[in-house]
Structure formats: structure tokens, C-alpha cells
């Protein structure tokens, strides 16, 4: 392990002799999932300049990050963010007391520290009333990941909890790069997610991978789209035959594979947002390329009152209870290696490692 900066962020860096796994002091974002022998980092690393969360003044740089809601947010975004206890929006009130989009989990400083192999993240978020720690151990090419959420209140809390992983260029690439994704019952996201620029049908349900679109038809979501500029959010059920789900994505051009491992039980949901060039607004300026690839226990990006209010979506909860004063774990890993071609199938084997095949 070794203290370092990243795009002039404060950072810790653990690897080995294959990868190299870089985190965010301020916000606590997996920032850098790196192949050492190709130098690829799957990761979206924006455009615009890194900021500190702590040193952001919305008077100061509404010219560079605009002045929404999201810009404090965006301003210190990179890579795997953690959506606690929000996944989406605030309401007027939540905003105007202090908090951000996805919740505190994306802004606050965590202790970093390494304990027999082990990176270790720490934080508390005030405003949800929770503690949260992380552990990355190497294996390979593989990041085991364990992450426990205690809830500090005396009553139980209905909770997002999502891995808002996002994939960026040069990875992500327009009509090449390749996904696959445990996924069966799928749902566009009910309002019209990007205006004129999103193809795809609001509210359409289909199975994946092909989402209905607007002008009659459907698309292959297993391939980022060709077009010019683009957006949207479809959510998707991870297959409930299975105890493991999974994505794999798999550049053509440099040959390397990166994904994600879980428990379903964990996270049922999976949400691809999808930012092609499409937001003209600061920071985004129709400049960013990028894939979400984001599972948690909720299945739309949206308020809390919308979450309770959804309750659930096929069958399957929209939220996860954390019990009062108590804690839960979840465990999941991430990969990246180079291959010839992308993997047909994943599941995680215990202690021995990630199998692809």
C-alpha cells in the first residue's frame, strides 16, 4: 500500500504484480481499477478537473460544475462511487439541509489505513446516521471487497445501498465495447431520462437485452451504442435461478476485461445509465463517454419518498432494511484482465478466487 495523488487527489493505491487498485481519500471512490501490463483503467476518469468535496464552494465554482444540485457531487466524482442512504435524487427539504444526490457516501473523508494485506476505508455519514467500512484484498486479478453499514439509530431504516460503478473512454467505446449481465426482467426508467437524445421507450418492460425504443424496434444493450450522442437508464432484475450475479465488460480494441461479482441476495438490481455526449450543461459540456453499471438493493435512481412509495418492482424489494444498532455485510469482488474475447459466464468461488469461462 502506499499513500499517492490521483488527477491531484489525495489517494491510496494497493496492488500487485497485475493490478493496481487506487482509492479516494475525500469520497472514498475506487477511482482506478488498473491492468498493469496494458496500463488500462476501465474506470470513467472525467474531463473536468478533480476537486476535493471539502474544499467546494457552490459561489465559487458554479462556472466549472454548475450550480445544480449534483455539483458537488460531480466535482469530486471518479470511478466506483458508493450510493448510501440515497440512490438518486434529494427532495427540496433534504437538499436544503445539506445533502447531496446518492448521500453522503460520495463526499465524506474516510480513514485509510493496510492491515495484514488489507485496505481498509472508514467513514461515518452524520446526516443518515451511519458507520461504513470497506476491505480490498488482492488475489490475482481479482479485488475481494467486504462492506459492512451499521445503522447508529435505534430504529430500523429503510436504506439504498448501490455500487454506482461507472465506466469511462477511452474503455468504453461508441459500437464497440461488449457487456454481459445476469439480468431477466427489465424496466426503462419512467420519465424521459435524457429528452430528444434518449432512444429508448419511458417506462417500456421488456427482457433483457433488448430495450423497446421510441421509434418502434429494439436495441441490443450488450453493445455501448453507435450513435453521436445519447443517454438513458434501464433497470434490470439479476436472474433469481442464480445465488451470484455478475457483469463483464470487454474492450475490442485493448483486449481487456474488467467486472463484477455479488451475491443477488445482496444486490438484486442493476441499473446501465448511459451518458453519451449528451448533457450540455456544466460540467458535463456533450463531452463525457461513459456506462453505469450500478447494482444495489433499489432498482431506479430516485428520492427516498419514491423509493418507499415504489415498495418494489417485479416481485422484488425496492430497498433494504438495516436493523436498529446493528450491522450488515456484503461481499462482492472486481476483475480486470486482458482476453482475447469477452467471457460468456462468471461466478466467484470463495476463497479461490473469480472463474471465468
Known amino acids: 500500500m502506499a499513500d499517492t495523488t490521483y488527477r491531484g487527489r489525495r489517494a491510496v493505491s494497493l496492488e500487485n504484480d497485475r493490478i493496481r487498485v487506487t482509492v ?8 482506478e481499477l488498473c491492468e498493469k501490463s496494458s496500463g488500462v483503467n476501465p474506470m470513467w476518469t472525467p474531463h473536468w478537473p478533480s476537486l476535493e468535496p471539502s474544499q467546494f464552494d457552490s459561489r465559487t465554482h458554479a462556472s466549472l460544475y ?3 444540485d449534483e455539483s458537488k457531487l460531480l466535482a469530486g466524482i471518479a470511478g466506483h462511487n458508493l450510493c448510501v442512504d440515497i440512490f438518486g435524487g434529494t427532495s427540496p427539504e433534504e437538499a436544503k439541509a445539506g445533502l447531496t444526490p446518492h448521500g453522503e457516501g460520495s463526499i465524506v473523508p474516510y480513514r485509510i489505513h493496510v492491515e495484514n494485506g488489507e485496505l481498509i476505508q472508514s467513514a ?14 488482492l488475489h490475482g486479478c481479482v479485488a475481494a471487497i467486504r462492506e459492512t453499514l451499521t445503522n447508529l439509530m435505534a430504529v430500523d431504516k429503510p436504506t439504498a445501498w448501490t455500487q454506482h460503478v461507472s465506466l469511462g473512454a477511452p474503455f468504453v467505446a461508441r459500437g464497440e465495447t461488449e457487456f454481459r449481465v445476469s439480468a431477466t426482467r427489465s424496466k426503462v426508467y419512467e420519465a424521459d431520462f435524457a429528452g430528444d437524445l434518449g432512444p429508448y421507450l419511458p417506462a417500456a418492460e421488456f427482457n433483457w437485452p433488448h430495450v423497446p425504443l421510441k ?55 442493476m441499473g446501465l445509465w448511459e451518458e453519451n455526449c449528451a448533457r450540455d450543461v456544466a460540467p458535463w459540456n456533450n463531452r463525457e463517454i461513459t456506462r453505469g453499471m450500478e447494482f444495489g438493493v433499489s432498482p ?13 418492482l417485479f416481485g422484488e424489494a425496492a430497498f433494504r432494511w438495516i436493523p436498529a444498532r446493528s450491522s450488515v455485510t456484503v461481499d462482492y469482488c472486481a476483475f480486470v484482465k486482458t482476453s482475447d474475447a469477452i467471457a460468456q459466464e462468471a461466478s466467484w468461488s470463495g476463497g479461490d478466487g473469480l472463474v471465468l469461462r
Open 215 to 269: 421509434r418502434g424496434g429494439t436495441m441490443d444493450l450488450r453493445t455501448y451504442p453507435a450513435a453521436e450522442r445519447s443517454g438513458g437508464f434501464t433497470t434490470h432484475l439479476m436472474d433469481p435461478s442464480h445465488d451470484q450475479a455478475y457483469f463483464l465488460a470487454w474492450a475490442p480494441s485493448s483486449k481487456v476485461l474488467c467486472g463484477y461479482v455479488w451475491k443477488r441476495s445482496d444486490f438484486p438490481w
Open 124 to 137: 461515518g455519514f452524520p446526516q443518515a446516521q451511519l458507520a461504513f467500512e470497506r476491505r480490498i484484498r
Open 66 to 68: 454548475g450550480s445544480h
Open 24 to 31: 479516494l481519500v475525500e469520497g472514498g471512490h475506487i477511482a
Open 300 to 312: 431506479m435512481p430516485e428520492s427516498r419518498r419514491q423509493m418507499i412509495e415504489r415498495g418494489s
